[in-house]
Nanobody
Framework: QVQLVESGGGLVQAGGSLRLSCAAS????????MGWFRQAPGKEREFVAG????????YYAESVKGRFTISRDNAKNTVYLQMNRLKPEDTAIYYC???????????????WGQGTQVIVSS
């Protein structure tokens, strides 16, 4: 059983930056692909970024490509999401997720964190 705890959310002005962290425990972190997803009010949950077990492969949604960077530190059991040039439409609850397989579909991820709120003001 893997537990995931996100942190780093908050209120930021458009154009600003935030770095989200997701700390994992209870499993072999380096065995899991990790993903970041987000859900805005009234919208479906959507894929944001994913990273493979070693960090050698990363994937991004088109809407965040070039602005967000996913990374991981297997020694610290932590995955990060660096978010730059934030836009009001990035406002959402951000969730990290873990699974043995890397993908863009939320339903395939076995473990989820509780989420962290990001609000981008215009």
């Amino acid at each position: 059983q893997v537990q995931l705890v996100e942190s780093g959310g908050g209120l930021v002005q458009a154009g600003g930056s935030l770095r989200l962290s997701c700390a994992a425990s209870g499993g072999t972190f380096s065995s899991y692909a990790m993903g970041w997803f987000r859900q805005a009010p009234g919208k479906e949950r959507e894929f944001v970024a994913g990273i493979s077990w070693t960090g050698g492969s990363t994937y991004y949604a088109e809407s965040v490509k070039g602005r967000f960077t996913i990374s991981r530190d297997n020694a610290k059991n932590t995955v990060y999401l660096q978010m730059n040039r934030l836009k009001p439409e990035d406002t959402a609850i951000y969730y990290c997720a873990a699974d043995r397989h890397l993908g863009r579909v939320g339903a395939m991820y076995e473990y989820w964190g509780q989420g962290t709120q990001v609000i981008v003001s215009s």
